[in-house]
T-cell receptor, first 113, second 111 residues
Framework: NAGVTQTPKFQVLKTGQSMTLQCAQDMNHNSMYWYRQDPGMGLRLIYY???????DKGEVPNGYNVSRLNKREFSLRLESAAPSQTSVYFCASTGGTTYNEQFFGPGTRLTVL | RKEVEQDPGPFNVPEGATVAFNCTYSNSASQSFFWYRQDCRKEPKLLMS???SGNEDGRFTAQLNRASQYISLLIRDSKLSDSATYLCVVNRPTGGFKTIFGAGTRLFVKA
């Protein structure tokens, strides 16, 4: 049982390049999330998927797109990376009720030059 | 004003000390409450849920005051390994529900 896995762990992009961050969970969770974490800002929600087939914007969705490929996988795409997107990105999943904890992946450290 | 606010920190305490973290939330509809721990350059992990009656897990005690919209975490007999950032987390209903993370309080425990 791997929990939540993310790839890649590290990435350096040039401004304007695109990339997709991958996330998968093996806990049969309904809900999945993408967050970014910047120093002093805490975790900010980019997009979430309450269940397979649905996605919704979070607090900071601009510059990102997501795909809930199936119940296990939720990917985050940067179409044209900008230096402001330099951050640590965490994927998380939860069983889907308000009392469930969120389980986080190990994070992707992205630098955009 | 942020929906979930925490003590700014950092807290620097000696081993064996008792330290308390406070957190306030602004939305009275908030329904469930948690403390997460995040080690440097790692992902957040659940430390404990917070129940209305208060709850304890070893050296850790969490309290909830719904009237004052206030959550606390008390750590007794601090260990070096307690050094981390502690995140206050609140869920509130929105049709489904929304999870709001506090910015975190950094704790350094010194030998």
């Amino acid at each position: 049982n791997a929990g939540v896995t993310q790839t890649p762990k590290f990435q350096v992009l040039k401004t304007g390049q695109s990339m997709t961050l991958q996330c998968a969970q093996d806990m049969n969770h309904n809900s999945m999330y993408w967050y970014r974490q910047d120093p002093g800002m805490g975790l900010r929600l980019i997009y979430y998927s309450a269940s397979e087939g649905t996605t919704d914007k979070g607090e900071v969705p601009n510059g990102y797109n997501v795909s809930r490929l199936n119940k296990r996988e939720f990917s985050l795409r940067l179409e044209s990376a900008a230096p402001s997107q330099t951050s640590v990105y965490f994927c998380a999943s939860t069983g889907g009720t308000t009392y469930n904890e969120q389980f986080f992946g190990p994070g992707t450290r992205l630098t955009v030059l | 004003r942020k929906e979930v606010e925490q003590d700014p920190g950092p807290f620097n305490v000696p081993e064996g000390a008792t330290v308390a973290f406070n957190c306030t939330y602004s939305n009275s509809a908030s329904q469930s409450f948690f403390w997460y721990r995040q080690d440097c350059r790692k992902e957040p992990k659940l430390l404990m849920s917070v129940y209305s009656s208060g709850n304890e897990d070893g050296r850790f005690t969490a309290q909830l005051n719904r009237a004052s919209q206030y959550i606390s975490l008390l750590i007794r007999d601090s260990k070096l390994s307690d050094s981390a950032t502690y995140l206050c987390v609140v869920n509130r209903p929105t049709g489904g529900f929304k999870t709001i993370f506090g910015a975190g309080t950094r704790l350094f425990v010194k030998a």
